[in-house]
């Protein structure tokens, strides 16, 4: 008897062993698949609160002509155009070194990817953009929705998101812009700004 009490406890053991090892193998394999559902989705995230704001100090406002390579996308602020480019809804991308004066101004931009935010996300978008804001398609972020002022910026889940209207209240106003209140109103119309000294 004692026997095959023995050998059910073997068997048992053979088939259990494997079975946990797998399992382990398996959260392992989760643990550093990104794509793992186990991975923080949006519902994880906190939107009641600003704690995930990043944050950039000591950005370097100088007025340059052509390009420059910002670090962030969308970028926080840094060397700029001279021009700065009008507030309001643009369809179609603007160009980096216009919108980075505005953010010199005090301006606060919004940014969305066209492939996760439709129409009426878009619309939503618009109506919590602030007097003093510009609103462009932004393909190259990570989030659908992010919102900057001049060296803070906030990844957004969703046009939704009611961090918006918290980022609003707490940089709206330019307070950490170099020309904070200045406006962007009286700017280029133009989306793909200009390039002083190459090719204005």
Known sequence: MLAVV???????????????L???DDLDHQASD???????????V????????????GLDPTHVPGDVDY???????GNHAPEWLECGVYDVPVREENVVHDLEHGTTWLTYREDLVDADGVEQLVAQLPDNGILSPYPDQ???????SWGRQLELTGPDDPRIGLFVAEY????TAPEPFASCNGGLTD??????????
């Open 142 to 148: 990570e989030a659908p929705v992010v919102i900057t």
């Open 6 to 20: 023995a050998a059910l406890v073997l068997v048992a053991a053979a088939v259990a062993v494997p079975l946990v």
């Open 172 to 175: 709206g106003a330019g307070e």
């Open 46 to 57: 906190d939107t009641s609160n600003l704690d995930l704001v990043e944050e950039y100090d």
């Open 191 to 200: 989306p793909e700004g200009s390039r002083a000294g190459t090719d204005v």
């Open 22 to 24: 797998s399992g382990e």
């Open 34 to 44: 990104p794509g793992s559902p186990s991975q923080e989705s949006e519902e994880d």
């Open 71 to 77: 670090p962030q996308s969308p970028p926080v602020g």
